[in-house]
């Protein structure tokens, strides 16, 4: 069973700061199978990034993911308010493919 | 454009079934673009996924609840479901319907979600 850790676990930062997020898995796992999601309160996870890097339609291009085998970031460039959410990874493995999510990651305001 | 929407019980009792429907608009529950599935998220906590169903009735489900878990589909009311048999209150949670594209890996459509809550 392939794990995901996600670092850190809250990340506070300032409107128009960078923020940097981390995935690593504990084998490796396919880029392809590596998709990035962010959910507000109350909400459901919405796609940012699929395939690790390439971002969803509609997505600001602030948001942009890198990383291949057990290690993947997601980067927004300039934090803007409503980027202040949860972020979680999710890996996929078999085919059919099973899913795994990571724990996610707090964005919050400092 | 997919649209999701998840009904049923907010409420169900230990070791009972919660069942749950998956409203499909916006495109075919017969088609054989989409994987159709859920996702669960426990309050506070983070996401499970649970399984999914191809339009060929072929299903997948997380093996740690795979052997209390069915997925169905009911093509006549373009509606997917869910049954979780011997609930507890771990399986208290906030319960997404989600979708794919066959060939995508990421879950790209999803239900608003809805709160089941375990308890007599």
């Known amino acids: 069973e392939i794990v995901l850790t996600q670092s850190p676990g809250t990340l506070s930062l300032s409107p128009g700061e960078r923020a940097t997020l981390s995935c690593r898995a504990s084998?490796?796992?396919?880029?392809?199978?590596l998709a990035w999601y962010q959910q507000k309160p109350g909400q459901a996870p919405r796609l940012l990034i699929f395939g690790a890097s390439s971002r969803a339609s509609g997505i600001p291009d602030r948001f942009s993911g890198s990383g291949s085998g057990t290690d993947f970031t997601l980067t927004i460039s300039r934090l803007e308010p409503e980027d202040f959410a949860m972020y979680y990874c999710q890996q996929c493995v078999g085919s059919p493919p099973i899913f795994t999510f990571g724990p996610g990651t707090k964005v919050d305001i400092k | 454009q997919l649209q999701l929407q998840e009904s049923g019980p907010g409420l169900v009792k230990p070791s009972e079934t919660l069942s749950l429907t998956c409203t499909v608009s916006g495109g075919s529950i017969t088609s054989n673009t989409y994987y159709w599935g859920w996702v669960r998220q426990p309050p506070g906590k983070g996401l499970e996924w649970i399984g999914s169903?191809?339009?060929?009735?072929?299903?997948y489900y997380n093996p740690s609840l795979k052997s209390r878990v069915n997925i169905s589909v009911d093509t006549s009311k373009n509606q997917f479901s869910l049954k979780l048999n011997s609930v507890t209150a771990a399986d208290t949670a906030v319960y997404f319907c989600?979708?794919?594209?066959?060939?995508?890996?990421?879950?790209?459509?999803w239900g608003q979600g809805t709160l089941v809550i375990v308890s007599s």
């Open positions: 084998q490796s796992v396919s880029s392809s199978c």
């Open positions: 169903i191809y339009y060929d009735g072929s299903t």
């Open positions: 989600a979708s794919r594209t066959w060939i995508q890996l990421w879950l790209d459509y």
